[in-house]
């Protein structure tokens, strides 16, 4: 559609680069090193085998509950991109240790990482709203945790539905 804008005058090309989210490319450019230097050191190994001696010999629902948990904590406070790049390979390595389809675990985690309803700072969207709105933090609390959890109730039911654990 950008292409077809660009090509037929709708949109300059000046206009097109503008719109380009720039900081949200160099977070992505920033994580993704990071989430392969967690790989290369074996700190996603470490994580998962902190994870997998918690859990322990429990269903694979609750390495998913898990799974979600770690995300939307660290969507808390680190942006909704950051947390989703850092947490997938933990998520992969997990299924890779349980013997599991991979797929289940990787909806998961983008769910959760796109449930960044209880801080106003994990999105630029949201933290644009927050001066002219006049909202409080305790505002994004009082509806950002019953959704929160709403979509975690919704994502251990529907992941496993949608993308079954044996492939």
Known sequence: AVLAAIFTRCLTMEDAYRAIPWSSIVLVAGMLPLADALQQTGGSDIIVNTLMEAVGDAAPDVMLSCLFIL???????LSTTASAVL??????????????????FAIAVLIASSAAFVTPFSTPVVALVVEPG????????KTGVPL????????????????????
Request: glycine content about 8%; overall charge positive; proline content about 9%.
């Open 71 to 77: 995300t939307a904590g660290l969507g808390l406070f």
């Open 87 to 104: 947490v997938a390979p933990i998520a992969i390595a997990a299924a890779a240790k349980l013997s599991i389809s991979p797929y289940p």
């Open 134 to 141: 006049r909202y409080k933090f305790i505002d994004f609390v």
């Open 148 to 167: 929160l959890l709403l979509a975690f109730v919704v994502t251990l039911v529907t992941a496993p539905l949608l993308f079954p654990y044996g492939g």
